[in-house]
């Protein structure tokens, strides 16, 4: 973006998760004055009862679905029986993300 080439002596705030991106790549700029962190959630696989998803999937009524991380759809996976595995790779997949390369 135009408006992040022009931050020196700039501060910036980087959102995420905890255990996030831990350096300035975010703002772009080597020539940014401070960078804080607010971590605002925790990046846990959930105990939560996954065999709604796996009907859906089962019963081939979802369109497309879409997920804000790479480490989102491997936690999905990891939730998701085996053998839903196939029917979840024939559903239309939006992965929108911005990954540290940690």
């Not at 300035?24 to 959930?46: M, N």
């Amino acid at each position: 973006m135009p408006q992040m080439q022009q931050m020196n002596g700039q501060n910036c705030l980087i959102v995420r998760g905890e255990g996030g991106v831990k350096s300035s790549q975010l703002c772009y700029v080597a020539e940014v004055q401070g960078v804080e962190y607010l971590d605002v959630y925790k990046r846990i696989i959930p105990g939560i009862d996954s065999s709604q998803i796996s009907l859906l999937l089962a019963q081939d009524t979802l369109d497309v679905i879409t997920v804000n991380s790479g480490e989102a759809l491997q936690n999905l996976l990891i939730m998701l029986e085996k053998k839903h595995h196939h029917q979840l790779f024939e559903v239309p997949l939006v992965v929108v993300s911005i990954e540290s390369g940690k």
